[in-house]
């Protein structure tokens, strides 16, 4: 089990991680999100000894995760780190850089292990090319399978798709978790892209400058998003004064996503349809209501300046209502 106990961590004066707390079982998959300069990449090199915590304490088991002060070289060896920055060698061969740390005592299993690696990355085309000639998109996938070549425990993984096309992410993705999966390696991931992660973690944590904001699944987060901060990692959202969606004379806004709002005949929404913008399987449609901009998805594309009316389920109104943080303040994007 990985356990993080109360911990807190400052670069300089200010601190840049507070009162952290979490744990997770072995074999796990964590997601670390929250926009850039939340904290994510700096948790994850605590979690892999980088540095000294001011407060608390990391355990991998019964084995304290400790900094440079007590540990000169970081990182134990049942842990891998892939950082954003991958330091690979660049004069020799895919094949090589995955198979320096494994064993040349039989070398028909060595490459053996280095054949099932390149195939999780998918680089069988690139196996025997050096990698300076790669894409930054091979290189990250390069990093990725040296990472687990000597198979760690802990696997880390900061941005670990960042600089690979879309056309390869989701293959590469499946076929790397449900690897990780199969042999029962814990994994922690820091991401802001939700592709990367909501279909494979099993729980997630949100930092907001430096704080933990929620730590739940994927999908209970998505759907009792307590913030706007949360929301918009998942989708693009709407919100609505509680006011205009209940009798409630309570003050907040409620969360609605895009897919929850339908038209209707009649309705108390009234708006008018300003834009409606192609997105493959749906139009979004931008509607001005009370002023302000409300976004749902059409089957159809709808007219400019037409006047509609609009509905949102009344179960969700409710669960949203019931969830509501009023005290968080955050504004994003729509
Ligand atoms: P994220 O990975 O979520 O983008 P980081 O962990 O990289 O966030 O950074 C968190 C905060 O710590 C940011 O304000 C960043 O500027 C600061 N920071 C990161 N690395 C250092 C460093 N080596 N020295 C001083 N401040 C740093
Ligand atoms: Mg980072």
Redesign the pocket.
Known sequence: MLKVNNIYFS??RAL?LKNIDFSIAKGECLAIA?E???????LLKLLYGEYDLNRGFIFWNKHQILGPEYNLIPGPDYMKYVSQEFDLMPFTSVENNIGKFLSNEDLNEKQRRIDELVAIVELQEVAKTKVKYLSGGQKQRVALARALAKEPEILLLDEPFSHIDNLKKQSLRRSLYSYLKQQNITCVV?THDKHDIVSFADSMLF?YQGEAIAFDSPKHLYEHPKNSLIASFFDEFNEFKISEVTDSKKFGVVIIYPHEIELAQSSNFKAVVKQSFFNGDHFLVNVSFNNRNVYFKHTKSLKSGQQICFKIDENIIKKRASILEDSFEFHSSI
């Open positions: 670069y300089n840049t929250g850039s300069g939340s904290g994510k990449s700096t820091a930092l």
